[in-house]
C-alpha cells in the first residue's frame, strides 16, 4: 500500500490530453513539492516534473504538472504512442522523513 | 557525462545480507546539496524508497526497513554502499540507486542507475 495514491491505470488516443492524479495528505504533499516520474518496462525512472510543475531540460513541454492542498496532477497534451509508460509521484513526507512514491499509472495510448 | 551503476549478487539465499554498491561518476558526494538514495522496485509493483545518504554524510532509512539498512559513501571512491540483513523473499526486487538533489525547498531524484535485480533464494 503506497503512502500516495495513484490511479492504477489511465489512456488517452493520439492527440488528446491525459491526467494522471496523486492524492497524499499533509504531512507529504501538502507542505512539500512533488516530482514525477516516467518508466518504461525494464529501465530506469526519467524525472519529467520536479517542484510540482518544472519541467528539466529536455522534457516536452506537452507535460505539466500541478498542485492543490493534497493533491497533484500529471498532464500530458498531444498524447503520442512514445508516452505510454508507467508514471509515479513522489513527495517527500515529513512524518516518515524521507522520500513517499505512488503506486503508479499505467498510461496507455490507445 | 553522469553515470550511477549498481551491482552487487544476483541471487542470495534466505536470511543472508546482501551488500550492493552504487558506483558513480561525474559528480561528486562531498558538493553541497547532493546525496544518493537507494530505491527498490520488486517485479511488477511499484517503487520504493529505502535510505539515502547525504554530502555532510547525514542519513535517512525508511521506517518500516531501518533496523534492516545501513548506508555509507565513500566519496574518494565515489561509491555508496547498501547493507541489507536478513533477506526475505519479498525482498526480491531491483535495486536502483539514485543521485539526489536537496534545496531546502524541493529536491529530486534526478538520475538513476538501470538497477540490479536481486532474487532471494533458497
Known amino acids: 500500500q503506497s503512502v500516495l495514491t495513484q490511479p492504477p491505470s489511465a489512456s488517452g488516443t493520439p492527440g488528446q490530453r491525459a491526467t494522471i492524479s496523486c492524492s497524499g495528505s499533509?504531512?507529504?504533499?501538502?507542505?512539500?513539492?512533488v516530482n514525477w516520474y516516467q518508466q518504461f518496462p525494464g529501465t530506469a525512472p526519467k524525472l519529467v516534473i520536479y517542484r510540482n510543475n518544472q519541467r528539466p531540460s529536455g522534457v516536452p513541454d506537452r507535460f505539466s504538472g500541478s498542485k492543490s492542498g493534497t493533491s497533484a496532477s500529471l498532464a500530458i497534451s498531444g498524447l503520442q504512442s512514445e508516452d505510454e509508460a508507467d508514471y509515479y509521484c513522489?513527495?517527500?513526507?515529513?512524518?516518515?522523513?524521507?522520500?513517499?512514491f505512488g503506486g503508479g499509472t499505467k498510461l496507455t495510448v490507445l | 557525462q553522469i553515470t550511477l551503476k549498481e551491482s552487487g549478487p544476483t541471487v542470495v539465499k534466505p536470511t543472508q545480507t546482501v551488500t550492493l554498491t552504487c558506483t558513480f561518476s561525474?559528480?561528486?558526494?562531498?558538493?553541497?546539496?547532493?546525496?544518493v538514495g537507494w530505491i527498490r522496485q520488486p517485479p511488477g509493483k511499484a517503487l520504493e524508497w529505502l535510505t539515502l545518504v547525504y554530502w555532510d554524510d547525514d542519513k535517512r532509512y525508511s521506517p518500516s526497513l531501518k533496523s534492516r539498512l545501513t548506508i555509507t559513501k565513500d566519496t574518494s571512491k565515489n561509491q555508496v554502499v547498501l547493507t541489507m540483513t536478513k533477506m526475505d523473499p519479498v525482498d526480491t526486487a531491483t535495486y536502483h540507486c539514485?543521485?539526489?538533489?536537496?534545496?531546502?525547498?524541493?529536491?529530486?531524484?534526478?538520475?538513476w542507475g538501470r538497477g540490479t535485480l536481486v532474487t532471494v533464494s533458497s
Open positions: 513522489v513527495a517527500w513526507d515529513d512524518s516518515l522523513n524521507g522520500p513517499v
Open positions: 561525474g559528480f561528486s558526494l562531498s558538493t553541497s546539496g547532493v546525496g
Open positions: 499533509s504531512s507529504n504533499i501538502g507542505s512539500r513539492t
Open positions: 539514485a543521485r539526489l538533489y536537496w534545496y531546502g525547498s524541493y529536491w529530486f531524484f534526478d538520475l
